[in-house]
Antibody, heavy 120, light 107 residues
Framework: QLQLQESGPGLVKPSETLSLTCTVS??????????WGWIRQPPGKGLEWIGS???????YYNPSLKSRVTISVDTSKNQFSMRLSSVTAADTAVYYC????????????WGQGTLVTVSS | DIQMTQSPSTLSASVGDRVTITCRAS??????LAWYQQKPGKAPKLLIY???SLESGVPSSFSGSGSGTEFTLTISSLQPDDFATYYC?????????FGGGTKVEIK
């Protein structure tokens, strides 16, 4: 059974960089059919897609975040990561990593999510 | 970006009710639409993909329909476990976008 687990600091100071890693178990991140994704959800609000990456490092980003976000992959560790720079309180959210259905972008496997709070 | 608009934002219903949630896209997305269910403190759960394909393990009381710009999620007989928030998502083009959500509450 595929499992995804987010990890990273739960508290980040304003103007600093938020870094999260998603560790995939029960399956290989190296499959060519998947673009692994990051999605976030501010407290009490809806879902926002951040971006996606495949095993070779090909990426898609949300234009609203593109200038601040970098997504990378480490196939040797079966992980992919996200960095969001110059964070503000508006970046406080639960961050999810997810895997879509093969050949699509409908997400059928999700991590449990990790709350990241931006505060001094 | 393709904007996804869900209605209603909140829906009060009783167990056994038939419930319909609407999702409208700002431009045609063909059939590239998914529906998710989310409960408090949990990750979203995929219910339906490609407008009407039921994810494995999802009760047949859930169904999806539509094409182009207008889509619906129907729960034929609301069960206690169905009280949750529902989101639509288009994956016709990047950036992927979600609707604002519909909270289904107990009447």
């Amino acid at each position: 059974q595929l499992q995804l687990q987010e990890s990273g600091p739960g508290l980040v100071k304003p103007s600093e960089t938020l870094s999260l890693t998603c560790t995939v178990s029960g399956g290989s991140i190296s499959s060519s059919t998947y673009y692994w994704g990051w999605i976030r959800q501010p407290p009490g609000k809806g879902l926002e897609w951040i971006g996606s990456i495949n095993y070779s490092g090909s990426t898609y980003y949300n234009p609203s975040l593109k200038s601040r976000v970098t997504i990378s992959v480490d196939t040797s560790k079966n992980q992919f990561s996200m960095r969001l720079s110059s964070v503000t309180a508006a970046d406080t959210a639960v961050y999810y990593c997810a895997r879509p259905y093969s050949g699509s972008y409908a997400y059928d496997y999700w991590g449990q999510g990790t709350l990241v709070t931006v505060s001094s | 970006d393709i904007q996804m608009t869900q209605s209603p934002s909140t829906l009060s219903a009783s167990v056994g009710d038939r419930v319909t949630i609407t999702c409208r896209a700002s431009q045609s997305i063909s059939s590239w639409l998914a529906w998710y269910q989310q409960k408090p403190g949990k990750a979203p759960k995929l219910l339906i993909y490609k407008t009407s394909s039921l994810e494995s393990g999802v009760p047949s009381s859930f169904s999806g329909s539509g094409s182009g710009t207008e889509f619906t999620l129907t729960i034929s007989s609301l069960q206690p476990d169905d009280f949750a928030t529902y989101y639509c998502q288009q994956y016709h083009s990047h950036p992927l976008t979600f609707g604002g959500g519909t909270k289904v509450e107990i009447k």
